[in-house]
């Protein structure tokens, strides 16, 4: 057991749920009472169901990174191609932390967790 990945994995999970309750709670619930978005298509309909779906998918895709991340710390030992996927998981963990850490000026907790995961899969490999 890999237990660098399992750790990296469980973290990842953790920001993907609280990234999903807390946000849809104390972003996306008032955005979409909100009569200030701008319309597509003449309806802000399509504005509030695209805010909420993308919202979303990066809870769905850090929760994929996950169970992948789950999957190699269940094995022994990893092979060349294992380590080079584990390798780009490594690298977008970071790109995650470098978007929290500048985008929001270090504000957003997000960072520390994303880091920490990050180093965890490099040292994993």
């Not at 990945?5 to 849809?24: K, P």
């Not at 092979?79 to 957003?108: C, E, M």
């Amino acid at each position: 057991m890999n237990v660098y990945l399992l750790i990296s994995g469980a973290l990842t999970v953790l920001t993907a749920a609280v990234h999903t309750i807390a946000g849809e709670i104390l972003i996306i619930s008032p955005l979409m009472k909100s009569r200030d978005l701008p319309t597509v298509r003449g309806s802000v309909w399509f504005v509030r169901k695209t805010l909420r779906f993308a919202w979303h998918l990066t809870t769905v895709l850090g929760l994929g990174i996950a169970a992948i991340l789950f999957y190699y710390a269940g094995m022994e030992t990893l092979s060349g191609d294992q380590i080079v996927v584990v390798k780009i998981l490594s690298a977008t963990l970071f790109g995650g932390f470098l978007v929290s850490v500048i985008g929001a000026r270090g504000r957003h907790p997000s960072w520390i967790v994303l880091l920490i995961a990050s180093i965890l899969t490099w040292l994993a490999t």
